[in-house]
């Protein structure tokens, strides 16, 4: 699998914020999102049996396999593997304990999942409504970060006016950002 990184760390969004996780960060996408915080050119082969290990050497059993999009390159042998211990954050779905979906595409291509995260900038949320409505999920909206300050203002403004007006949403901060960690 070509993996981008391997860290510990805090989960910094979601429902699972604060709690201590193990991240595995794919390389690779096809969606090729303008607020991606993943550099796809950098990567290293690793073999099922090599993330296993390196997984192990972290006293957390939350693993968070993440990237750009995971399943891309995710097997269920590595899912068996890690069952019991494993978040997901992608929008396709395995066989898996907690699948958060952040769609960036319509429609979503899961029978399942857990949670679902908006990265909002503002957008028509009727599809994402709907997702919510049909899977009775738990619902984050997280303002987007452009690296911009004024723009990241707005979009934290606009999505506290949205989860106001529709309560069945919660604010999801990038808390490893705030506190500035990974």
């Known amino acids: 699998m070509k993996v981008n990184e391997i860290f510990y760390s805090l989960q910094g969004e979601g429902v699972f914020t604060g709690t201590?996780?193990?991240?595995?960060?794919l390389a690779g996408c096809n969606l090729h999102c303008d607020f991606c915080d993943t550099k796809h050119e950098d990567y290293t082969i690793f073999t099922e049996e090599e993330i296993v290990k390196a997984i192990s050497d972290y006293p957390a059993k939350h693993?968070?396999?993440?990237?750009?999009?995971?399943?891309?390159?995710?097997?269920?042998?590595?899912?068996?593997?890690?069952?019991?211990?494993?978040?997901?954050?992608?929008?396709?779905?395995?066989?898996?304990d907690w699948i958060t979906c952040s769609?960036?595409?319509?429609?979503?291509?899961?029978?399942?999942?857990?949670?679902?995260?908006?990265?909002?900038?503002?957008q028509d949320m009727e599809p994402y409504e709907k997702i919510a409505t049909a899977y009775e999920c738990f619902c984050s909206l997280q303002p987007c970060d452009v690296n911009d300050e004024i723009k990241n203002e707005n979009n934290l403004t606009a999505a506290i006016e949205?989860?106001?007006?529709?309560?069945?949403?919660?604010?999801?901060?990038?808390?490893?950002?705030?506190?500035?960690?990974r």
Do not use: C
């Not at 201590?20 to 960060?25: K, N, S």
């Not at 999009?69 to 997901?88: C, F, K, M, N, Y």
């Not at 989860?163 to 960690?181: D, G």
């Open 63 to 96: 693993v968070v396999i993440t990237g750009g999009e995971p399943t891309l390159q995710l097997t269920h042998s590595l899912v068996d593997r890690l069952h019991g211990s494993i978040a997901l954050d992608t929008d396709l779905e395995r066989s898996i």
């Open 20 to 25: 201590a996780a193990i991240f595995v960060r």
């Open 162 to 181: 949205y989860i106001k007006s529709h309560p069945r949403w919660r604010l999801s901060l990038q808390t490893h950002k705030i506190i500035n960690i």
């Open 103 to 122: 769609p960036k595409t319509i429609p979503v291509k899961i029978q399942r999942m857990n949670e679902i995260k908006v990265v909002y900038q503002g």
